[in-house]
């Protein structure tokens, strides 16, 4: 996924860009406003000017996109707030990567191709917010607001949050290092992931995509991420019911009974046919 550069914005970087960016055609200086979107091509209001379709260009003298600057930037961060979420970013990273080496290597369900790494953190309503990538998981993050206290947070409570891409259940959780914070679940396990920049390519894909008013309709994400997960759990209780049977089938076939051996084996072909109790353990959530 090639991210688009812009010549008049800071030497090209997209990823400083916010949301709410007011950009201006270099050639005629027609802006773009993301909160009037664009009639001419049917882009609804709210879509940032990175959520614009490749093939878009100015509206009044057809210059391409690349030819776009910031006029004003009102989601721009300052210094200090930048400097305050690559320090917050850190401490997630940091703690993640000790769950990582003390917990999860060797699992079959992690992606070894992959690390720890905090993807596109921006403020949002005071908050920071980006995406974490783990060799297990990708999440959406949501960090409290400067002088915010979440650590009284419940693990596990569930809520909705809205974006102008539709309402997304977040999970409460606190962990030691970062303390309070609500994540959204984007993508696990992540076995389809081929390397590091591509799971990172995605990840910035979603921060663009968040903020994109003309993806509401395309899915629910909370109804989609609940129904995966029951989906998942489901599987889950399956297999492990399954193997248990199997189990039960093999003692029942080596342990014949007082019975089977009265019968000459019989009563063993009717225990190997009948279906045993169903005492699976419930899947960690």
Same mark, same amino acid.
């Given at each position: 996924?090639?991210q688009?550069?812009?010549?008049?914005?800071?030497?090209?970087?997209?990823?400083?860009?916010?949301?709410?960016?007011?950009?201006?055609?270099?050639?005629?200086?027609?802006?773009?406003?993301?909160?009037?979107?664009?009639?001419?091509?049917?882009?609804l209001?709210?879509?940032?000017?990175?959520?614009?379709?490749?093939?878009?260009s100015?509206?009044?003298?057809?210059?391409?996109?690349?030819?776009?600057?910031?006029?004003?930037?009102?989601?721009?961060?300052?210094?200090?707030?930048?400097?305050?979420?690559?320090?917050?970013?850190?401490?997630?990273?940091?703690?993640?990567?000790?769950?990582?080496?003390?917990?999860m290597?060797?699992?079959?369900?992690?992606?070894?191709?992959?690390?720890?790494?905090?993807?596109?953190?921006?403020?949002?309503?005071?908050?920071?917010?980006?995406?974490?990538?783990?060799?297990?998981?990708?999440?959406?993050?949501?960090?409290?607001?400067?002088?915010?206290?979440?650590?009284?947070?419940?693990?596990?409570?569930?809520?909705?949050?809205?974006?102008?891409?539709?309402?997304?259940?977040?999970?409460?959780?606190?962990?030691?290092?970062?303390?309070?914070?609500?994540?959204?679940?984007?993508?696990?396990?992540?076995?389809?992931?081929?390397?590091?920049?591509?799971?990172?390519?995605?990840?910035?894909?979603?921060?663009?995509?968040?903020?994109?008013?003309?993806?509401?309709?395309?899915?629910?994400?909370? #109804?989609?991420? @609940?129904?995966? +997960?029951? $989906?998942?759990?489901?599987?889950?209780?399956?297999? &492990? =019911?399954? !193997?248990? %049977?199997?189990?039960?089938?093999?003692? #029942?076939?080596? @342990?014949?009974t +007082?019975? $089977?051996?009265?019968?000459?084996?019989?009563?063993? &072909? =009717?225990? !190997?046919? %009948?279906?045993?109790?169903?005492d699976?353990?419930?899947?960690?959530?």
């Open positions: 996924m090639n688009p550069r812009f010549e008049g914005s800071y030497l090209g970087a997209s990823d400083r860009i916010s949301a709410a960016a007011i950009m201006e055609c270099k050639v005629c200086w027609t802006p773009y406003d993301p909160a009037q979107g664009d009639d001419t091509r049917q882009i209001p709210g879509t940032p000017f990175l959520a614009l379709p490749e093939d878009w100015c509206p009044n003298c057809s210059a391409p996109r690349d030819q776009f600057m910031v006029r004003e930037d009102p989601g721009a961060m300052s210094a200090q707030a930048a400097e305050d979420i690559a320090r917050r970013t850190a401490a997630l990273v940091s703690d993640f990567t000790d769950v990582w080496h003390a917990r290597r060797g699992l079959p369900m992690v992606n070894t191709a992959l690390h720890v790494e905090a993807v596109g953190f921006q403020l949002h309503e005071g908050r920071p917010l980006g995406v974490l990538v783990a060799p297990w998981f990708m999440n959406l993050i949501l960090l409290p607001a400067e002088g915010e206290d979440w650590s009284t947070l419940t693990p596990g409570l569930h809520e909705e949050i809205t974006f102008p891409s539709g309402t997304y259940e977040f999970i409460h959780n606190v962990r030691p290092m970062v303390g309070g914070y609500k994540a959204c679940s984007l993508f696990s396990p992540m076995g389809d992931f081929a390397s590091q920049m591509q799971a990172v390519e995605v990840a910035r894909a979603v921060m663009v995509g968040l903020f994109d008013a003309a993806n509401r309709a395309e899915t629910d994400r909370a #109804a989609d991420i @609940r129904t995966a +997960r029951e $989906a998942d759990l489901a599987a889950l209780a399956e297999a &492990e =019911a399954a !193997a248990e %049977a199997e189990a039960a089938r093999a003692e #029942a076939a080596q @342990r014949p +007082r019975r $089977a051996l009265i019968s000459g084996g019989l009563a063993v &072909e =009717a225990q !190997a046919g %009948a279906a045993p109790a169903d699976s353990p419930a899947a960690d959530a």
